[in-house]
């Protein structure tokens, strides 16, 4: 029997993921429709700005037992006064857990349950982050480089993004002075 050689890789300084069952997805500010609280900033800006990617090994597609780990990347810059940030959501199968931890950057991670508590976490390089179930999620880039976090999830969690689209999150994280501030 042979050492099988690896064939995914994770680059610990940038969170890059190489290799083999990587899906890579982004969302541009066109795909975050109704997301930022500023609509006439969200309107001035060109749509094609690229807010976020997310790289994702899928070594199991979708099964009960499994597990997803991922890489987010959100890039730095406002709308209006409120950071790039991701969509957020409850995972579909609410009572699933998520780890993040911080890789670059500087960034607050949104909690909200589900009758609408909010909570927020700092988020720097080489934080950890447990996310219970139940809970919707949300990372916000609140400094001015690229924010990376990784993420490790059951493959089966899915994501319910509508609940978000048609509620928001009960807080912002808005910039006030050069710092993150949260509003309510
Ligand atoms: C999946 C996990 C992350 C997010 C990613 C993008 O459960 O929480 O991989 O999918 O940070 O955020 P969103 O809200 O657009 O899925
Ligand atoms: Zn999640």
Redesign the pocket.
């Known amino acids: 029997m042979e050492i099988i050689k690896a064939k995914t890789f994770f680059d610990g300084d940038t969170g890059v993921l190489k290799g083999d069952k990587i899906s890579r997805s982004e ?1 541009r500010l066109k795909d975050m429709e109704g997301i930022f609280t500023d609509k006439d900033a969200y309107e001035r800006m060109p749509p094609d700005t690229l807010v ?1 990617k ?1 790289e ?1 090994h899928e070594a199991v597609k979708d099964i009960p037992g499994g597990l ?1 780990f ?1 890489v ?1 990347h ?1 890039y730095p810059g406002r709308v209006g006064h409120e950071y790039f940030m ?4 409850f ?1 579909a199968r609410r009572d699933t857990a ?1 780890y ?1 931890w911080g890789i670059t950057g500087h960034g607050v991670l949104l909690f909200m349950d589900e009758k609408r508590t909010v909570w927020a976490e700092e988020i720097i390089p080489g934080s950890l982050h447990y ?1 219970p179930g139940n809970i919707a ?3 916000i880039n609140s400094g001015d480089s690229e924010l990376t ?1 990784g ?1 490790c ?1 059951p493959s089966d ?1 899915g ?1 319910d ?1 509508t609940t ?1 689209v048609n509620a928001g999150f009960s807080a912002r994280i808005l910039e006030k002075n050069g710092r993150p501030e949260i509003h309510f």
């Open positions: 969302r976020y997310v994702v997803y991922g987010s959100v991701t969509k957020g959501h995972h998520e993040y996310i999620h949300r990372l976090v993420a999830w969690a994501h993004y978000i």
